[in-house]
Structure formats: C-alpha cells, structure tokens
T-cell receptor, first 114, second 114 residues
Framework: DSGVTQTPKHLITATGQRVTLRCSPR?????VYWYQQSLDQGLQFLIQ???????AKGNILERFSAQQFPDLHSELNLSSLELGDSALYFC?????????????FGPGTRLTVL | AQRVTQPEKLLSVFKGAPVELKCNYS??????LFWYVQYSRQRLQLLLR??SRESIKGFTADLNKGETSFHLKKPFAQEEDSAMYYC????????????????FGQGTRLTINP
C-alpha cells in the first residue's frame, strides 16, 4: 500500500454540477500531482502542488482548479461538468528529491457525469 | 515536445513465452524513463526506472537513445503479469524547475494465456 488516499472512490453527478475530489498524500510527501485517465486521452497530467504552492500545470481546463492545504492534502475542484469529464482521476505524491523521486499513486476517483 | 508512444494497445502471449512491450519516446534531451504497472482493481505502481538499471519481477528495460526506445522485456511470462503497463517520461529540466510531471503513453494491456 503506497499510502496515498483518495475520496470518494466513485462519484456520479449530472452535467453542469460541481464536485470536489480529495487526496491525502503519503506521510512526509510534499508534492501532490493530479492526473486524469480517460479512454480517449489516456493518462494526462493536470497539475502539481508542492508544499501549498502550484509548481506545474498541464492540460487542465479552466473549469478545473486545485489547491493544497497546510496539512498537505489536496482538492481538485471540477465545475460546470460535461459528459466528457467522465474519467478516472488519480492523485500521486512524492517527496520531491530530484532525479531519484518516485511518484506514488492513489487508487483514483471514478467520476461519471450523466 | 515530449511524447510517449506505446504502439500496442493489446498484447497477448502464452505463459512461458517471452514478452516485449514497446515504448518509444520523443524528447530532444536525455529523459528519464519509467514503466508503471496497473494490476486489475489496483492502483498504478512503479515497476522500474531506467536510471536504476534494476530488474523487477523478472522485467528489464534498456534505454536506447539512438532508437529513442525503452522497451520492457521479460524472458518467461507468468499469468500474474497480466496487467496494464504504462511507459512514462520525465524531462530533467522540469526537475530543475521543481516540476516533476510524468508524460504517459496510452498503455498496453498485457494478457498472459495459460
């Protein structure tokens, strides 16, 4: 068990709605990453936070936002949901030790937009 | 641009046969390459990374800069190797910037037949 936890496991909602996905990193990890896994796009990097600050941004839509809190847990907010947002959202964490760094993934949150 | 290509979506081999999962990358410098594995109903986990030059569960991968490839190999497949395999790239300059995003290929679903 890598120690990264994500809640909820599954989320079913309607178009136009807003949801919040939560991620708790492994103890001691300062970086949190969000990835989206969909059938057509594969596994895509969305955003990275390090110790509360945004470090890198990927293919994240403007309707999506994230933050990392002082206790290092992170939330990914998805708003004005569309059918195409249905995907598996993974969170990963790492200590951030340069080249030897390893990202440890959580179990994912499966989002279904109806 | 950074890109990872896994040309085979599906790969099926018999138990005991050799396995090779192909991965090609596009990157102008010297990237770091990884293989991640996702067993059924489990989270993504790191299988191996090229800088470690290690063998995990009998799998090895060699970085070929001339062919820009990082193929994953195992001489004798086992049924428990059935899983989804992802090749991923990390650009070193992003590490310097503090960003550690992984660029993933589309994945190959490996099925080992008894």
């Amino acid at each position: 068990d890598s120690g990264v936890t994500q809640t909820p496991k599954h989320l079913i909602t309607a178009t136009g709605q807003r949801v919040t996905l939560r991620c708790s990193p492994r103890s001691g990890d300062l970086s949190v990453y969000w990835y989206q896994q969909s059938l057509d796009q594969g596994l895509q990097f969305l955003i990275q936070y390090y110790n509360g600050e945004e470090r890198a941004k990927g293919n994240i839509l403007e309707r999506f936002s994230a933050q990392q809190f002082p206790d290092l847990h992170s939330e990914l907010n998805l708003s004005s949901l569309e059918l195409g947002d249905s995907a598996l959202y993974f969170c990963a964490s790492s200590v951030d030790l340069g080249r030897t760094d390893t990202q440890y993934f959580g179990p994912g949150t499966r989002l279904t937009v109806l | 641009a950074q890109r990872v290509t896994q040309p085979e979506k599906l790969l099926s081999v018999f138990k005991g046969a050799p396995v090779e999962l192909k991965c090609n990358y596009s990157y102008s410098g010297s990237p770091e390459l990884f293989w991640y594995v996702q067993y059924s109903r489990q989270r993504l986990q790191l299988l191996l990374r090229h800088i470690s030059r290690e063998s995990i569960k009998g799998f090895t991968a060699d970085l070929n800069k001339g062919e820009t490839s990082f193929h994953l190999k195992k001489p004798f497949a086992q049924e428990e190797d059935s899983a989804m395999y992802y090749c991923a790239l990390r650009a070193p300059q992003t590490i310097i910037q503090g960003a550690q995003k992984l660029v993933f290929g589309q994945g190959t679903r490996l099925t080992i037949n008894p």
